[in-house]
């Protein structure tokens, strides 16, 4: 690959890690409403579950078929056509009066998010120029940084003013129409390029195991997926509320610590892309979830300012493992990306949702504390990683 080259597709990864942190910052905008939604509509936390279940579907159930579609029939205009859509759904999110009307602007929200992350993926691994973690990393601490910062700017512009101030989220839309301009021009580049040199859009032929083999591992990366998961639902959806019934913090300050938290995860995130293409990914994965289990564990029994600081802890060393095990979901199925990242998403988002309203029902029974002490195992799966079998030696990876 040449310089000009090279610098071509690292402006384009800069632009999908941006366009994924503008996606991500409005996506967050929902559940760091939570407490004012909650206020606003008198609704319970089995509710609340049952809003971020809504979403979550969404965004889970249609990414393997938008994967799949484009994968067929791939269309540069995906990332504008997600904007739109989240567009939307935000704007709906801002004047909700009704649970039925919550539940069909989260369902809007979560469309945009079931199409920008499975496509925006697969570019990423077609602009990597065979850097394929650092790329992912990129793309990915994109949403990771949009994610943290949400929570903080709606701490700034809605908590003091009211849930009507969420529609100055849309202005992000507007950026993030213009930061999609130059990856639809690349992308539509590069297919017809694709077409013109009767080229596939692949990366590899042939399936690094057995049948049987890939089976296995796959079953084992959805353990590390459930096992991820279901602790990250418990701090995405509910940190804020914990925070507040067991310190008595108020509403924006909650919404400032989630914040850490989320910077954590970004942090993780671009560390974890790289790491992977110099160890491996089986190694980046089994350290990342285990080693979640000591602050996670720990967690329920600390102070105010050792939570934040455990919470930091969890959030960097949990992060770090989607992007290797994203990795290693194409590795096995190299001739489907979008499928593979579609279904890894989806996955991702669908177990968030089913574990946020089952978090709801038990919160509401059994409290807050009494969730946290349960999850806080969660990341003690991690230790099935050792299971993986090595795709590559870490030279070539």
């Not at 990414?63 to 759904?89: E, N, R, Y």
Request: aromatic share 12%.
């Amino acid at each position: 690959m040449t310089t000009k080259t090279s610098n071509a597709t690292l402006s384009i990864l800069v632009a999908l890690g941006l366009s994924h942190l503008l996606n991500d910052l409005l996506q967050s905008v929902l559940t760091a409403s939570y407490p004012i939604i909650k206020s606003d509509l008198d609704i319970s936390f089995a509710q609340i579950g049952l809003v971020t279940l809504v979403y979550q579907l969404a965004a889970s159930v249609f990414q393997p078929i938008v994967g799949l579609f484009f994968d067929k029939h791939p269309i540069s205009w995906c990332p504008m056509l997600a904007m739109s859509l989240t567009s939307v759904g935000i704007t709906m999110l801002a004047w909700s009066n009704s649970l039925t009307f919550l539940f069909i602007a989260v369902f809007i929200i979560g469309l945009g998010s079931s199409i920008i992350h499975p496509e925006a993926s697969r570019i990423a691994s077609l602009a990597s120029g065979g850097k394929r973690g650092l790329a992912q990393s990129i793309f990915q601490v994109g949403g990771n940084i949009g994610g943290s910062v949400g929570p903080l700017l709606v701490a700034l512009i809605v908590a003091p003013f009211g849930r009507q101030n969420i529609l100055w989220f849309l202005v992000f839309a507007l950026i993030a129409f213009i930061v999609a301009m130059p990856i639809q021009r690349w992308f539509s580049h590069y297919l017809n390029t694709m077409k013109v040199e009767h080229r596939p859009m692949k990366v590899q032929t042939s399936m690094p195991l057995s049948r049987r083999t890939t089976i296995l591992t796959i079953g084992i990366l959805l353990v590390l997926i459930f096992s991820k998961y279901i602790y990250m639902a418990s701090i995405s959806s509910y940190y804020t509320f914990y925070l507040i019934e067991k310190f008595g913090i108020s509403i924006r300050n909650s919404q400032v610590c989630l914040f850490i938290f989320l910077a954590a995860t970004a942090i993780g995130t671009l560390i974890g892309g790289p790491v992977g293409d110099r160890i491996g990914r089986k190694y980046v994965i089994w350290i990342s979830i285990l080693g979640t289990a000591p602050f996670s564990l720990a967690m329920p029994y600390a102070d105010l300012y050792t939570t934040i600081a455990l919470s930091f802890g969890a959030g960097l060393m949990l992060s770090s493992a989607f992007p290797a095990i994203l990795l290693y979901a194409q590795e096995l199925l190299p001739y489907n990306l979008g499928l593979v990242s579609g279904l890894f998403f989806g996955l991702a988002f669908g177990i968030a949702g089913i574990a946020s309203a089952a978090i709801g029902n038990m919160a509401d029974t059994f409290g807050l504390e009494t969730v946290y002490n349960v999850c806080a195992y969660m990341p003690l799966l991690g230790i099935v990683a050792g299971l993986l079998p090595n795709l590559k030696s870490p030279k070539k990876q």
